[in-house]
Nanobody, 123 residues
Framework: QVQLVESGGGLVQAGGSLRLSCAAS????????MAWYRQAPGKQRELVAT???????DYADSVKGRFTISRDNPKRTVYLQMNSLKPEDTAVYYC?????????????????WGQGTQVIVSS
């Protein structure tokens, strides 16, 4: 069974920084794309940043220049460094990963989600 466990959320003043971490564990063969999403109250979940297995990154326009996604493959961990935080960044942040696991009859690639970590940015 695969688990994604996030950490690093909290309360910060506008202009401050936070670093989120997400560690994957379980019977993992390959971790493909890892990503961060967020969901603010009353809004749909939105993609914040992605990091492919090939090393490519992409960001939502709203966070470009302020957030940086990185990845430590041996640790099976993805990070989101968030700088110059704004009140509109307040949301629950979710880790997402496309992971291939070994099954009895072969392999299976599925999308997994973490439980979410709350980020609150005060003005």
């Amino acid at each position: 069974q695969v688990q994604l466990v996030e950490s690093g959320g909290g309360l910060v003043q506008a202009g401050g920084s936070l670093r989120l971490s997400c560690a994957a564990s379980g019977s993992i063969l390959v971790i493909n794309t890892m990503a961060w999403y967020r969901q603010a109250p009353g809004k749909q979940r939105e993609l914040v940043a992605t990091f492919t297995s090939g090393g490519s990154t992409d960001y939502a326009d709203s966070v470009k220049g302020r957030f940086t996604i990185s990845r430590d493959n041996p640790k099976r961990t993805v990070y989101l460094q968030m700088n110059s935080l704004k009140p509109e960044d307040t949301a629950v942040y979710y880790c997402n990963a496309k992971i291939t696991t070994a099954q009895v009859m072969g392999v299976l690639t599925s999308i997994y989600w973490g439980q979410g970590t709350q980020v609150i940015v005060s003005s």
